[in-house]
């Protein structure tokens, strides 16, 4: 065999592997969903810095939809733990957790947060998927979250994600 052909499959199976590398993920996915939630357990402790200063954890559960309409996380469980530092005499806080989402196959997406209250008394913040199990193995992807209050420990989060989807 020539030297030109052996070049010539070797590039050849370059560009098939790198092709088929390239193909386990799709990039430039965007989602856009709202998790309704509540309080399932909250435990606090005084810091005793000053009145109203309270270090908390909590799990809360609920439902994620999809605001455009696709299946993607559509009626998928959510559960979600934190750890909030609340100031009450300033009136801020600012947390950081863990969470998981679980699609009607029980299959899993775990993702971390962190945020704080903002000026209009949301909280706003960061996200970022951790890891999948099963059809999710291998999923990416990161965005920003912005959550209001609600009443009776209820409160809604909007998220926007950039994803890569394995195949």
């Known amino acids: 065999m020539s030297r030109l052909r052996i070049f010539a499959l070797i590039a050849l199976i370059t560009f098939g592997l790198a092709v088929a590398m390239v193909g386990d993920a799709l990039a430039g996915e965007k989602y856009k969903g709202r998790g309704v939630k509540y309080v399932t357990k909250w435990e606090q402790i005084n810091v005793g810095d000053e ?24 009626g ?73 209050p609600g009443v009776d420990n209820r409160w809604y989060s909007d998220v926007e994600l950039d994803l890569e989807l394995p195949r």
């Open 76 to 148: 998928w469980l959510i559960r979600e733990t934190g750890l909030m530092d609340i100031n009450g005499k300033a009136g801020t806080w600012s947390a950081q957790g863990y969470g998981e989402s679980t699609d009607r196959d029980g299959d899993k997406i775990f993702f971390s947060w962190e945020g704080r209250k903002d000026k209009n008394d949301a909280g706003k913040g960061t996200n970022a998927i951790l890891k999948g199990t099963g059809k999710w193995q291998g999923i990416k992807g990161k965005g920003t979250w912005v959550a209001s």
């Open 51 to 74: 009145e109203g200063h309270v270090i908390a954890v909590y799990e809360g559960k609920g439902i994620e939809t999809n605001m455009q309409g696709k299946k993607f996380m559509d």
